[in-house]
C-alpha cells in the first residue's frame, strides 16, 4: 500500500533486492522511481531498472492518495480506500483526483 500525501511534488526510489543474500553487491537488484505532480495531481511509476532472480515481473499497488488537509485516523488508516494499479516495468501515469 502506498500512501500519497498531497500538498506539494513528492519523489522516491523503491529499492529491492533478493533480500537473502550479498548478490545486490553484483548488480543483482531493481529500483522504481515515483514522482508525484501536486499541480495535476498525478503519480508517475517510473520504468524500473535492473533485476534479480526471484523479482516480481508485475507488482499490484494500492494508491492511497491523502489530501493534505483530511484529518486521518490512525487506527484505521490501513483499511483506506484506494485504487489498484497493475506495474508491469513500463512508466505508468495515474491521475489521483
Known amino acids: 500500500m ?7 511534488n513528492r519523489r522516491f526510489t523503491l529499492y529491492e533486492d533478493e533480500g537473502t543474500n550479498y548478490n545486490y553487491e553484483q548488480g543483482k ?14 503519480l508517475t511509476i517510473g520504468e524500473r531498472s535492473g533485476s534479480f532472480e526471484g523479482m516480481l515481473k ?15 485516523d490512525a487506527l484505521n488508516i490501513d483499511e483506506a480506500d484506494g485504487r489498484i ?12 483526483k
Open 58 to 72: 508485475v507488482r499490484r499497488f494500492k494508491v492511497v492518495y491523502r489530501h493534505p488537509d483530511l484529518k486521518v
Open 29 to 42: 537488484y531493481a529500483t522504481i522511481p515515483f514522482l508525484y505532480d501536486d499541480k495535476t495531481q498525478t
Open 85 to 96: 494499479v497493475n506495474y508491469t516495468g513500463k512508466k505508468l501515469k495515474i491521475k489521483l
Open 2 to 8: 502506498l500512501h500519497l500525501y498531497g500538498g506539494k
